[in-house]
């Protein structure tokens, strides 16, 4: 009943609120992720799976790395090219892949452009089960530096605070995400403490923006430093972040907030455990905890576990955003999402999406126990996957929808893919020791999302293939069938053809209401549509009507609601003198040609479970009327 249509314009949906209050939630939402890197993104580089020497070469080295790494991939890539491909104000893989697909229309490189957005989306939920788990994680690892006995009570404590996370997101995230601003503030300024702290007993460490640094590591070590490549990205993870929460807080917010704060603070504390590294290459182990005092610790480790919280909210909010776009754009089935504010749309909580997170974190946890070093390695690769998908795709905006000259698209859309496909690189490597992690979860993931793409087209076509044609149907049982007072609204995944319950109607019940809407709900390639012109009527005579009802992406569907403005269908529409006919059918998978047999009994199974519409629509429980029929694929 819902189909993906062409767009329409939207409406100006750019946040609106003075910049310094908007970067400040941003600080506290968007950067949540990347800030709490340096719990183990240096760490990582000296004890991880590839050890580098605890020397200034090597200090030195990686901190270049870190640091042009941040300054090309978020800033350069993100801050001052990607985020400016926004999609009706809203970002992200699916908004990028809406915005794309509606600028160039169809065309030979359009199933590919859609699969990359799609297998974007795929790593992005690898991504929200490694989050959690890496962050809590990292964070409450810092008990052992308080007290070495606590070490056996890392597990158990990083558990109970993830179920804790997952157990209120059913409530909503208003009252919580007021405090995310001001404590993600404190633990910014706070990084930026520590670093400068240690920074005065070794300034010349500021010397490693000098990509010399970086280069001369290369030259003596090149083996061991493109391994450390692996560890190196873990400092910009996150970065996705900044386009995908576009829609909350605005383009200028989010780069102001990254450029002023998060980016300084977060180099401060990176130089901050170098300095530390050089007079005591033991701290190592773990010098994010290791920089402050003995004093300053355990506060440290509570401050950085609700920094971890933070991060871990922000990325379960994105997993239940996603899905919606998903769901809206026909890649996943009607699924329930119950929305926790009154007044903010974006702040939604899908069931589904959150305990399976949660038992895909916990299983994870437990799978990883030797640390979060193993989870680190699992990281990477969901990371530097999407990174290098966002490249391929930035190709394809600069060139075909930017128009930007065919050398400077190149030359740029070559960079990026040059260095993400580097750290890419380098991950593969970890692919034993964790790195297959995220690539399963994707590949289920990306599997789900085709299956259902591909069974909604394979399921309309032999719809149409044997729909009669409206007009004849019309002529055809004018004269034989008796016609009883009130609406009926007849729902259709198409805008030709009679649909199936109307067909049923007719042959089991042999009436016809007064007056029969056929609709369709239309899904558009832009977040939010403006309230006029979201309707197209079609008279077809004699109380017949075809309605089409658009809407965008992010927005939820009200049928009854929408209905009161629509006057073109023979006056207004009277709720309680209305009647809503549903289809539901019964696949049966079979060898005709389509899908592997697996596929289209998967495919058959998310048919039988997903949202009723009567529910997905918000249509009256006392006004519907659901008919049957079986359809082979």
């Not at 009943?1 to 003075?18: I, V, Y």
């Not at 900044?242 to 504390?269: E, Q, T, V």
């Not at 590949?443 to 409206?470: D, P, S």
């Not at 519907?624 to 694929?633: A, C, N, R, Y």
């Amino acid at each position: 009943m819902t189909e993906q249509g062409d767009p329409a314009a939207g409406q100006d949906r750019t946040p609106h609120g003075r910049p310094a209050a908007l970067a400040l939630g941003a600080l506290g939402v968007v950067f949540g992720d990347i800030g709490t890197s340096p719990l183990y993104a240096l760490k990582e580089s000296f004890v991880g799976h590839h050890p580098l020497a605890v020397d200034p070469l090597h200090i030195y080295g990686v901190l270049s790395l870190i640091f042009w790494t941040m300054t090309l991939i978020v800033t350069v890539k993100y801050v001052f090219i990607v985020m400016r491909a926004d999609n009706d104000g809203e970002g992200g893989s699916m908004a990028l892949l809406a915005l794309i697909g509606r600028r160039l229309g169809e065309t030979r490189w359009t199933p590919a452009i859609a699969m990359l957005g799609v297998l974007a989306t795929a790593l992005f939920y690898g991504d929200a089960i490694i989050t959690p788990a890496i962050s809590v994680l990292s964070a409450v690892e810092g008990l052992t530096i308080v007290q070495a006995s606590l070490a056996d009570m890392v597990l158990p404590i990083a558990i109970v605070i993830l179920i804790a996370l997952f157990l209120i997101q059913r409530f909503g995230t208003a009252m919580v995400g007021m405090a995310f601003g001001p404590i993600m503030a404190i633990y910014f300024i706070t990084l930026a403490a520590l670093g400068i702290a240690n920074i005065v007993q070794h300034p010349e460490i500021i010397g490693i923006v000098n990509p010399l640094w970086a280069i001369r590591f290369f030259a003596i070590d090149p083996r061991l430093a493109f391994l450390a490549l692996g560890s190196v990205v873990l400092a910009v993870t996150g970065a996705e972040a900044l386009y995908a929460d576009m829609g909350h807080f605005g383009r200028k917010a989010i780069s102001i907030a990254w450029l002023y704060a998060a980016f300084p603070c977060l180099m401060l504390n990176y130089l901050g455990q170098g300095a530390l590294l050089l007079d005591n290459p033991a701290a190592a182990q773990n010098p994010f905890f290791l920089m402050a005092p003995d004093w300053a610790r355990l506060p440290l480790v509570i401050l950085a576990t609700m920094a971890t919280i933070i991060a871990s909210q922000a990325v379960i909010s994105g997993a239940f955003s996603v899905t919606q776009q998903a769901v809206q754009l026909g890649f996943l089935p009607r699924l329930r999402i119950l929305h926790t504010s009154a007044s903010a749309a974006g702040q939604i909580y899908v069931p589904l999406i959150n305990w399976l997170l949660l038992i895909f974190v916990i299983l994870l946890v437990l799978g990883f126990a030797t640390g979060s070093s193993n989870l680190a390695a699992a990281y990477g690769i969901a990371v530097t996957g999407t990174m290098v998908i966002t490249a391929c795709m930035l190709g394809v905006l600069t060139f075909s929808v930017w128009r930007w000259p065919l050398p400077a698209a190149a030359g740029v859309t070559g960079l990026f893919l040059i260095i993400d496909g580097a750290y890419f690189a380098s991950n593969v490597t970890k692919i034993p020791d964790g790195g297959w992690f995220p690539l399963l979860v994707a590949a289920v993931v990306f599997t789900v999302l085709t299956t259902w793409a591909t069974g909604r087209r394979i399921m309309r076509h032999y719809l149409r293939e044997g729909a009669m044609e409206l007009d004849l149907f019309v002529r055809s049982t004018l004269a034989s069938l008796k016609r009883v007072p009130g609406t009926a609204i007849f729902l259709s995944s198409t805008t030709d053809g009679v649909p199936p319950a109307l067909l049923h109607n007719v042959k089991h019940n042999k009436v016809l209401h007064e007056r029969v809407i056929i609709l369709t709900v239309r899904t558009q390639g832009v977040p939010h549509l403006p309230l006029q012109g979201r309707t197209t009527v079609e008279d077809h005579g004699s109380g017949f009507y075809r309605l089409i009802l658009r809407h965008g992406f992010m927005e939820d569907v009200d049928i009854p609601a929408a209905m009161k403005s629509v006057h073109d269908c023979g006056g207004p529409i009277s709720v309680k003198d209305t009647s809503y006919f549903l289809s539901r059918q019964t696949l049966i998978p079979s060898e005709r040609p389509g899908m592997a047999m697996w596929r289209e009994k998967l495919f058959a199974w998310m048919i039988r479970n997903a949202e009723s519409p009567m529910a997905f629509f918000n249509l009256p429980t006392n006004r519907v009327v659901e008919l049957g029929s079986q359809i082979e694929i």
